[in-house]
T-cell receptor
Framework: DGGITQSPKYLFRKEGQNVTLSCEQN?????MYWYRQDPGQGLRLIYY???????QKGDIAEGYSVSREKKESFPLTVTSAQKNPTAFYLC?????????????FGQGTRLTVV | AQSVTQLGSHVSVSEGALVLLRCNYS??????LFWYVQYPNQGLQLLLK??????LVKGINGFEAEFKKSETSFHLTKPSAHMSDAAEYFC??????????????FGKGTHLIIQP
């Protein structure tokens, strides 16, 4: 079945560590997105990619980095520069970033700083 | 630029009662509109979408929504609430003219509570 797989589902990070969240899709979608979700704040866009080897900052990119070396993969690294990384992270993809853009979501990764 | 406003961060209804979740949008062109549902610790799942054609759209789990251009609204309804409907609901908008390369614009969500 086609879909988006995020791993791990739960992740714990110590202060000062970098961690990488995985996102893989087999939908052959060009566009991929990373969102951060905090209670009462909806979805906030971290980074997005319209095509392989290209990505753009979203509204809250500080303290995060991404890569898009393959069409199916869009990993997110939460760096030590992110002061408050505890949150629920969602990866999504769509056929294209422009026009009709129904998004498909992964199951999310809950990151906790310990 | 587009924006989405969901009225009420929390809505509580009794089991069997009508569910009404409100969504208003701002867009310079007629948009495409979406409702998503999120259960605890899960991703978002598409409930229904409006692109063109019939303004009353039916989705999964008995939900439907009506696009009203004059009111710039896309409210979500269900005639009879079930306990399993308790979840977070997000309204989203897309610009079909090709603008907005960063994908959908989401509202802040409405948490639906079902009282037994």
């Amino acid at each position: 079945d086609g879909g988006i797989t995020q791993s791990p589902k739960y992740l714990f990070r110590k202060e000062g560590q970098n961690v990488t969240l995985s996102c893989e899709q087999n939908l052959n979608h060009d566009a991929m997105y990373w969102y951060r979700q905090d209670p009462g704040q909806g979805l906030r866009l971290i980074y997005y990619s319209q095509i392989v080897n290209d990505f753009q900052k979203g509204d809250i990119a500080e303290g995060y980095s991404v890569s898009r070396e393959k069409k199916e993969s869009f990993p997110l690294t939460v760096t030590s520069a992110q002061k408050n990384p505890t949150a629920f992270y969602l990866c999504a993809s769509s056929i294209s970033a422009r026009g009709y853009t129904e998004a498909f979501f992964g199951q999310g990764t809950r990151l906790t700083v310990v | 630029a587009q924006s989405v406003t969901q009225l009420g961060s929390h809505v509580s209804v009794s089991e069997g009662a009508l569910v009404l979740l409100r969504c208003n949008y701002s867009s310079s062109v007629p948009p495409y509109l979406f409702w998503y549902v999120q259960y605890p610790n899960q991703g978002l799942q598409l409930l229904l979408k409006y692109t063109t054609g019939a303004t009353l759209v039916k989705g999964i789990n008995g939900f439907e929504a009506e696009f009203k251009k004059s009111e710039t609204s896309f409210h979500l309804t269900k005639p009879s609430a079930h306990m399993s409907d308790a979840a977070e609901y997000f309204c989203a908008v897309s610009d079909p003219s090709g603008g907005g390369a960063d994908g959908l614009t989401f509202g802040k969500g409405t948490h639906l509570i079902i009282q037994p």
